[in-house]
C-alpha cells in the first residue's frame, strides 16, 4: 500500500527566506505525487503534480518541486517566502485502483504547518 | 469557474438524527469525492462517484450514505453519526478519474455531532 511521510509538523520561516518542505513517500510503481495547500477553515489548493518527465516541477504561487526517484523524496520549495504562504501544506501520493469499485485513491501526507515571521 | 460550492458550512446534529451534505459544480466534471478531515489530520478518502460509478473507501461505516443525483450535483447522507463523525466534511471534483485530473475541493462542512 502506498504511504506518504512529511517528517515536519511545524516549520517557521522569516518573510523572505528560502523554504524547503519535506516528502518522503512509498509506492511499488511509478507514483503520482502532488503538493497541496490548505489556508484555515478552507478547502486545499493543488500547487503542483508530477507524474513523470522532467523530475523539477513549477507550480502555482512561486512553487516548485523536485522528485528523486533514487530517496523516495519529492520536496517542495520556495525560494523566498511570503506572509501569506503560512498555512498547512500537504503532500499526496495517489494510487490507481486503490478503492472498492475500482477507483483511485489519493493518500495524504499528515501535513507540515508552515509560519512565516515578518 | 474552478469553484465547488458545499452547503451548509457548519451543521450540527444529534447522534439520532438524519442530516445531508450537498456538494455542486458546474465545471462539467464527471468525477466527484467526499472526503473527511478531522482536525491536525490529512483528509481522508471516503467515496468517489464517477461517470456514475460509485468507489468506497472500505473503512467507511455505512452511517455515511452517498448519492449523485447528477453529474453536477453530490450528496453525503448521514444517519446515527456518532461523536467521533465530527469533522471537516470536503468534496471535490475533476474532470475525469485519473490522477491528471486536478482535483478541486470545496471549503468544506464543518459537522458536529452532540
Known amino acids: 500500500a502506498q504511504s506518504v511521510t512529511q517528517p515536519d509538523i511545524h516549520i517557521t520561516v522569516s518573510e523572505g527566506a528560502s523554504l524547503e518542505l519535506r516528502c518522503n513517500y512509498s509506492?511499488?510503481?511509478?507514483?503520482?505525487l502532488f503538493w497541496y495547500v490548505q489556508s484555515p477553515g478552507q478547502g486545499l489548493q493543488l500547487l503542483l503534480k508530477?507524474?513523470?518527465?522532467?523530475?523539477l516541477v513549477q507550480g502555482i504561487k512561486g512553487f516548485e518541486a523536485e522528485f528523486k526517484r533514487s530517496q523516495s523524496s519529492f520536496n517542495l520549495r520556495k525560494p523566498s517566502v511570503h506572509w501569506s504562504d503560512a498555512a498547512e501544506y500537504f503532500c499526496?501520493?495517489?494510487?490507481?485502483?486503490?478503492?472498492?469499485?475500482?477507483?483511485?485513491?489519493?493518500?495524504f501526507g499528515t501535513g507540515t504547518q508552515l509560519k512565516v515571521e515578518l | 469557474d474552478t469553484e465547488v460550492t458545499q452547503t451548509p458550512k457548519h451543521l450540527v446534529m444529534g447522534m439520532t438524527n438524519k442530516k445531508s451534505l450537498k456538494c455542486e459544480q458546474h465545471?462539467?466534471?464527471?468525477?466527484m469525492y467526499w472526503y473527511k478531515q478531522k482536525a491536525k489530520k490529512p483528509p481522508e478518502l471516503m467515496f468517489v462517484?464517477?461517470?456514475?460509478?460509485?468507489?468506497i473507501n472500505e473503512s467507511v461505516p455505512s452511517r455515511f450514505s452517498p448519492e449523485c443525483p447528477n453529474s453536477s450535483l453530490l450528496n453525503l447522507h448521514l444517519h446515527a453519526l456518532q461523536p467521533e463523525d465530527s469533522a471537516l466534511y470536503l468534496c471535490?471534483?475533476?474532470?475525469?478519474?485519473?490522477?491528471?485530473?486536478?482535483?478541486?475541493f470545496g471549503p468544506g462542512t464543518r459537522l458536529t455531532v452532540l
Open positions: 471535490a471534483s475533476s474532470q475525469g478519474r485519473s490522477f491528471t485530473d486536478t482535483q478541486y
Open positions: 509506492y511499488g510503481a511509478t507514483p503520482y
Open positions: 508530477y507524474f513523470s518527465g522532467d523530475t
Open positions: 499526496a501520493v495517489g494510487a490507481e485502483g486503490g478503492l472498492t469499485g475500482g477507483g483511485n485513491k489519493l493518500t
Open positions: 465545471m462539467g466534471h464527471r468525477a
Open positions: 462517484y464517477s461517470y456514475e460509478k460509485l468507489s
